[in-house]
């Protein structure tokens, strides 16, 4: 039997329907060839759940063709019945480029009410085919005594993006809740928990990921979380979430959302870099990545791109990117501030691939314009201090081997949990108290769970807390060291001229038969003070908040202070960069990443080299 365009014959379908009737599995195979292995991964079979009107369910098949002469998967096809469980028939056929002999095919599908089965069909190259054995599921009608006098019944879809992702990549999964009694997104409020559950699927069999994570509220109705693949094993994962609101009767709903992990450079692959933070009226690069076992595909091979842009609880728009060898981008600007998708779909060599981003569009110019003139001045710097503190601790993970994954999450969730407080409190949407509450919080956190090893002592606390330490400052440490250096140093001086002043003397007296007397010179051991640089950071915050302290304060202009504070802040950020052996091109990269747009990083940072060259004329920059 041929399939043609991931179909079969009529009188093929009726001969298959009627042995798979019977629970028999069959498979065909050319002369002198071996036939592909298909396997389902995900529903099980006897799968069960329970709904109000549809459920959405991702099918998983997976196959492979390592034998035999023409090796490589085709296509997967899935076969489905109605909801009555009658007309097994072909239901979607995803085709590959027939070079990788492994594959996998997802097939996210709304089911109704009903009993229903499925299988996967998988032909190679060589036109040979297998079928597994036909599995079978029931979606069952949730009772209407559940919601009965519910203030809020929510309705949940769970998906994750990219579908495929390598090693060391970065899954989102997104929980969208919305309100089944009003129609409108759900809001924390009627949410009691959310939480994330990650499996691994081997036969049946589930392993435990993570369990029970609660997720991250992001706007109305939508929920996510981040899953880093790391080096976990390849092949077919479920996020499953579960949801409990407060209704009278607690209601408790789960979805389930299927993906992929593969090899670390295998088969096609697109992944969105576009900045996590633009500016408003700023053009701005949106940019997708495509490669091919790790390598950038030639641009003349890239077809059907597309970006769909579509604003959080707003409208949807499609655009055709530019392309170049191994990405796709679109360049612009966006006028209006919010949460965005960035939907990209590409194909190459006949495979298709899509990839989600998020991006959040502010206006910063316009948060500036607005700084309460209340704001506790002082207490902003603090917390700023300490997000710049943890900002230069991040970018030095990658050389230390002191931290754990999670606490270098924990720190970046700080960093950013300090940012919303600093947006908050310039905009005036939380008082100087609650402020200093939010952020004595953060801090009680981080000394909770990672305590001196993250400064040696309590980050961000003030000068009337600090215990006092041997150095006061690095500059005091210094000359110490410098004086036991000198030290030393005389010693090894005397020994030397001691042991001259001898030999001289034995060769003009001739007593080289003497026994000569030796002397023991004792020394102590240097005291040495340990203090880890981070330490030292932390005491510099310190010296200089105590310096404004005794400093009268110079009243400006508010604009033109807020403005002296970045650009000293971005100066300070290059010279730093530099320091660490970073070049231009890295430093441009670093800074669009942060969210800056492509023009200002280039105008800016070739100003400030230029500036700046006398000093870096011995550095490769």
């Not at 599921?137 to 579908?163: F, H, M, R, Y």
């Not at 919080?441 to 769970?449: A, K, N, T, V, W």
């Not at 005291?527 to 400006?556: A, F, G």
């Amino acid at each position: 039997m041929e399939l043609i365009h991931g179909q079969l014959t009529a009188q093929h379908q009726i001969i298959m329907k009627l042995l798979q009737i019977h629970g028999i599995t069959i498979s065909s195979t050319s002369p002198g060839d071996k036939p592909p292995e298909i396997k389902l991964n995900y529903p099980p079979n006897i799968f069960n759940a329970e709904a109000f009107d549809n459920y959405t369910l991702t099918f998983n098949c997976s196959a492979e063709d390592k034998q035999g002469t023409n090796k490589g998967i085709k296509n997967i096809s899935l076969y489905l019945t109605d909801y009555q469980n009658n007309n097994f028939n072909l239901n979607e056929t995803i085709t590959f480029s027939g070079t990788n002999q492994e594959e996998t095919a997802l097939f996210t599908k709304t089911l109704l009410i009903g009993n229903y089965t499925w299988n996967c069909l998988v032909y190679d190259n060589g036109n040979n085919f297998d079928w597994a054995a036909n599995r079978t599921l029931k979606i069952k009608k949730k009772q209407n005594e559940t919601i009965k006098n519910a203030s809020c019944c929510c309705g949940l879809q769970v998906s994750a993006a990219p579908e495929i992702a390598g090693q060391n990549e970065k899954v989102l999964i997104a929980a969208d809740v919305s309100n089944l009694l009003t129609g409108l997104a759900a809001t924390p409020s009627e949410i009691t928990d959310l939480n994330i559950s990650i499996y691994k699927v081997d036969n049946n069999t589930y392993t435990t990921i993570i369990i029970d994570i609660p997720m991250t509220y992001l706007s109305d109705g939508l929920w996510y979380y981040e899953f880093y693949t790391k080096n976990n094993a390849t092949g077919t994962y479920i996020a499953s979430v579960k949801m409990l609101t407060n209704q009278t009767t607690p209601f408790i709903k789960e979805a389930s959302s299927a993906f992929t992990i593969g090899e670390k450079i295998s088969g096609l692959t697109i992944i969105g870099v576009s900045p996590d933070l633009i500016n408003t009226n700023k053009t701005a690069r949106l940019a997708a990545e495509i490669k091919y076992n790790g390598i950038a595909v030639d641009s003349s091979l890239i077809s059907n791109a597309s970006l769909v842009i579509e604003k959080i609880n707003g409208s949807a728009q499609n655009y055709t990117p530019q392309i170049d060898d191994g990405i796709i981008y679109l360049d612009g600007a966006f006028n209006e501030t919010g949460i965005y998708y960035l939907d990209w779909t590409a194909a190459y060599l006949m495979q298709t691939r899509t990839a989600r981003e998020i991006i959040v569009i502010v206006d910063w110019e316009e948060l500036l314009e607005d700084i309460n003139e209340t704001v506790n001045v002082e207490l902003l710097n603090l917390i700023k201090e300490n997000r710049q503190y943890l900002l230069e601790l991040l970018t030095d993970m990658e050389f230390l081997q002191e931290f754990s994954e999670e606490e270098i999450f924990l720190i970046t969730d700080s960093v950013n949990s300090m940012t919303k407080v600093i947006d908050y409190l310039e905009k005036g949407d939380i008082t100087n108290e609650e402020a200093e509450q939010q952020f004595n919080q953060i801090r009680q956190d981080l000394e909770d769970q990672l305590g001196i090893k993250l400064t040696g002592s309590a980050i961000g606390i003030t000068s009337a807390d600090i215990k006092p330490s041997p150095f006061k400052n690095l500059g005091e440490k210094l000359k110490d060291w410098r004086s036991l250096l000198f030290f030393i140093l005389l010693l090894m001086v005397s020994m030397t001229l001691i042991i001259i002043l001898m030999l001289t003397r034995i060769i003009k007296t001739g007593y080289a038969d003497k026994p000569i007397k030796q002397i023991k010179i004792k020394r102590k051991q240097p005291k040495t003070y340990e203090k880890r640089r981070y330490e030292i950071l932390i005491d510099k915050i310190r010296q200089k908040l105590e310096s404004r302290k005794s400093k009268p304060v110079e009243i400006q202009p508010k604009s033109i202070r807020i403005k002296e504070d970045y650009v000293n802040s971005l100066n300070q950020f290059l010279l730093n960069a530099v320091d660490k052996g970073c070049t231009k091109g890295d430093i441009k990269i670093m800074l669009i990443n942060k969210g800056w747009s492509r023009s200002f990083v280039d105008n800016y940072c070739d100003k400030f080299f230029e500036e700046n060259k006398e000093k870096f004329i011995k550095r490769k920059i």
